[in-house]
């Protein structure tokens, strides 16, 4: 009897090897993790790291003589701050400057005729390559806000209906 049960307890351990061996790939992938080590009291939140912010489809005639869009919302997030050296935050942007603006983001594209400004919580336009004034920080997690709006060039800009797009990019100092 105990032949009988080993030969049949071998049939089906080898008919289920070779069932799995011949399974059907139904499906597979990778998943990269990507990121880096900062030196800094925060994390950055990664939804903040790499963010696009759509300003619409905005009128020409908003534009003129130095019109502005209505302002759109993004925010920094970070994450896990510790205060206990570092107290306060300064963003600062960066991009390629408007040729009408040189304070403002310049736009690329077919339209022509505005600039991107970026303002901090308050509504102020933060300029081009310049800091923020410093943000008080809390333990924990913190909320950096920010808008940004098209503006016309001014008066004897030509207001050019088209695509644009523009990338800035931000640097955070604590102090």
């Known amino acids: 009897m105990n032949v009988k049960k080993i030969v049949v ?9 070779v069932g799995a061996a011949q399974a059907k790939d139904q499906g597979h992938g990778t998943v990269t ?31 003129k ?11 920094i997030k970070l994450e896990q701050c510790d205060t206990s050296t570092l107290k306060t935050v300064q963003t600062t942007f960066t991009g390629a400057a408007s040729t009408g603006n040189p304070d403002l983001l310049g736009i690329t594209g077919t339209a022509k005729g505005a600039s ?20 008080k920080l809390q333990d924990g997690n913190n909320t950096l806000a920010f808008s940004a709006y098209l503006q016309g060039d001014g008066a004897s800009a030509t ?6 797009q523009s990338v800035a990019d931000f640097t955070l100092s604590y102090q």
């Not at 903040?48 to 912010?53: F, H, I, L, P």
């Not at 003589?65 to 925010?75: E, L, Y």
């Not at 991107?116 to 943000?135: M, N, R, Y």
């Open 33 to 63: 993790f990507t990121g880096s080590i900062i030196d800094a009291p925060c994390s950055i939140n990664p939804d903040s790291v790499d963010q696009t912010v759509n300003l619409g489809e905005v009128s020409n005639v908003a534009l």
């Open 116 to 135: 991107i400004a970026i303002t901090d919580g308050s509504g102020q336009v933060i300029t081009l390559g310049s800091p923020t004034p410093a943000q």
């Open 159 to 164: 207001i050019v209906p088209g695509s644009f």
């Open 65 to 75: 003589n130095g019109g502005t869009s209505n302002p759109r919302s993004f925010n």
């Open 9 to 17: 307890a071998v049939a089906m351990a080898s008919t289920m090897m």
